[in-house]
């Protein structure tokens, strides 16, 4: 099973809200990321956890605000967003941080 | 940064043709390549991998090349059939520590 699961798949939201992304896998992988995509463009790195520990920010912006309450979970809270936000984000998982990772599905997300 | 990158952005090959997806990366210490398809609506997925002590790995149907001389990889995917159609990503591991995703080149299968 190399299943990564990310709720909700789709979310519109104003630059006032609070909403949070959520991902959850169940291998026993211990390295979990967050990337952001824009149309016809690769993935961008913004978060990487290893053992649930923060290891690298990729110079994110303050509004966005990753949370990993477990080794199996990891969120992404979201708060007072721009429209140039909007993209998919996705959540990865993988054994270390060396290793090949695994993809959920994403989460379209449009900032009105 | 990044220091890898694809020479084409698409590709159309007829179905049944073998289709070739080129890679080139800049630093010659990265020593670890994966390559990752993406379908319309969809996260990446895991094709096949290659660390830099090989120059040649075969799964089914995809075959990746490496030539570290001058710095480039290629994925070749053997009878393209119409569900092959996705952005195809190579992805460096350079630091160790996270990947590195190239430009990203999207083929299309013509039946």
């Known amino acids: 099973d190399t299943e990564v699961t990310q709720t909700p798949k789709h979310l519109v939201m104003g630059m006032t809200n609070k909403k949070s992304l959520k991902c959850e896998q169940h291998m026993g992988h211990r390295a979990m990321y967050w990337y952001k995509q824009k149309a016809k463009k690769p993935p961008e790195l913004m978060f990487v956890?290893?053992?649930?520990?923060?290891?690298i920010n990729e110079s994110v912006p303050s509004r966005f605000s990753p949370e990993c309450p477990n080794s199996s979970l990891l969120n992404l809270h979201l708060h007072a967003l721009q429209p140039e936000d909007s993209a998919l984000y996705l959540c990865a998982s993988s054994q270390s941080t060396k290793n090949i990772q695994y993809f959920g599905a994403g989460t379209r997300l449009s900032v009105l | 940064g990044e220091s890898v990158g694809l020479h084409l952005p698409t590709l159309s090959v007829q179905e049944g043709d073998n289709s070739i997806i080129n890679c080139a990366y800049s630093n010659s210490a990265s020593d670890y390549f994966i390559w990752y398809k993406q379908e319309s609506g969809k996260g990446p997925q895991f094709i096949i991998d290659i660390r830099s002590n090989m120059d040649k790995r075969q799964g089914q149907r995809v075959t990746v090349l490496l030539n570290k001389t001058v710095k480039h990889l290629s994925l070749q995917i053997a009878a393209t059939q119409p569900g092959d159609s996705a952005v195809y990503f190579c992805?460096?591991?350079?630091?160790?520590?996270?990947?590195?995703f190239g430009t990203g080149t999207s083929l299309t299968v013509i039946p």
């Open positions: 956890y290893s053992y649930e520990k923060l290891s």
């Open positions: 992805a460096d591991n350079l630091t160790g520590n996270q990947f590195y």
